[in-house]
Structures are given as C-alpha cells and as structure tokens.
C-alpha cells in the first residue's frame, strides 16, 4: 500500500461547482497536512498548511483532515476557470526535519 | 521579492554529457530540496541539504549529485549515470531544517534528452 493515495482525475467541472479532493494515508504518524496547486510547467505553490485533524478555510478554500479515517480534504467552493490545474497533497510526520510525502496528484479542469 | 529562482527553464542533454540544474533562493532559508516530477508520479526526493556544507540522499539520489557551498545556492548536477533524466526537476526551500514551516518551491527546469 502506498502511503499517500490521491485520485490523479482528470476532473471536469463547470464554473461555479463546488470541487472536492480527496487524499488517503497510511502512516498515522502524519500530522502536518499540505494543499498545493501547480499550473502546467510551473512550480507547486502552497495553498493550505493544517496541523492534526480540523477544518480551515481561507477564502474559497476549505481543509479539512479526518485524522481516525486517515483522509484529508480540499473542498473549492464556487470553483473559477483560473482553478483549472494540479492540486497536490503532502504530509510529513511530527518530528522535526522528516521527509515530505507526497501526493501524485489531481487535474482539474473549470470549465466557463 | 524573496523566493526561489531556477534556471535555466528548459535544458537539453546529450548522451554521456553531464548538465548542472541551478537554484538560488534569497529567502535566507537554511534547507533546501531537490524533487524530480514524472508525468503520474508526484514528486520523489533527489536530495536534501539542512546547512552549508552538508547533504543527504533522498530517494532517487543515484546519478545525480549535489553541492551547498552557499546558503542560497543548491545546484543539481545530472551525470551520464543517470539513464533516464528526462523530468521535471523543482527546487525547494524550508525556513529551518528542524522547523514546520512548509517548504516552498521554484518554477523548475524542464530536461530533455537530445
């Protein structure tokens, strides 16, 4: 079993949707949680950073991590055509300087 | 602005010749990070640094080699050893190695083989 699983899409909505993106995981040690989003040929750039299990919204922005079902989300509330790209999970554990894992990734696509 | 510069964007390799990726970050960052991005493979750890003058291995480190002779400056090298290094390579940047800042990431360089 792989220890980050994320469902690469694509995924195709239309302006205004409501986006849900999912990760699962293995290592219960995970406690540091990470959205990011990649445009084609550029880098990853941080969206959400939560600690542990909650919610935390910024914006249009909604984190959300379900540490006993070892499941984190991203919901995108009135998604834009300027959503359209990669989004990324990433973990890592609770002592200091471990690795990053991440996910493989989710294609979006907002269509106007 | 701070941030993460690499160069160059696009970088053609023939066989046997070896190309040098660089990374420069004026972030003031002590840990930096090398990924290779596939097409449907996430992101796999080439090599980490966490202080001037010192490297680890990541995952994939076989044929590629790394320095850290500056604060901000981390450059890849990829060797002839390296049987297939077409990818996408992205530099990262971490405020401290032991912290739980998230890293942050360059624009990458695309590598193709000529």
């Known amino acids: 079993q792989k220890e980050v699983e994320q469902d690469p899409g694509p995924l195709s909505v239309p302006e205004g949707a409501i986006v849900s993106l999912n990760c699962t995981y293995s290592n219960s040690a995970f406690q540091y949680f990470m959205w990011y989003r990649q445009y084609s040929r550029k880098g990853p750039e941080l969206l959400m950073y939560t600690y542990s299990s909650g919610n935390k919204e910024d914006g249009r922005f909604t984190a959300q991590v379900d540490k006993s079902s070892k499941y984190i989300s991203l919901f995108i509330r009135d998604s834009q055509p300027s959503d359209s790209a990669t989004y990324l999970c990433a973990m890592r554990g609770n002592q200091a300087g471990t690795a990053l894992i991440f996910g493989k990734g989710t294609t979006l696509s907002v269509s106007s | 602005d701070g941030g993460i510069t690499q160069s160059p964007k696009y970088l053609f390799r023939k066989e046997g010749q070896n190309v040098t990726l660089s990374c420069e970050q004026n972030l003031n960052h002590d840990a930096m990070y090398w990924y290779r991005q596939d097409p449907g493979q996430g992101l796999r750890l080439i090599y980490y640094s966490q202080i001037v003058n010192d490297f680890q291995k990541g995952d994939i480190a076989e044929g590629y080699s790394v320095s850290r002779e500056k604060k901000e400056s981390f450059p890849l090298t990829v060797t002839s050893a390296q049987k297939n290094p077409t990818a996408f390579y992205l530099c990262?940047?971490?405020?401290?190695?032991?912290?739980?800042?998230?890293?942050?990431f360059g624009d990458g360089t695309r590598l193709s083989i000529l």
């Open positions: 990262a940047s971490k405020a401290s190695p032991t912290g739980y800042q998230p890293q942050h």
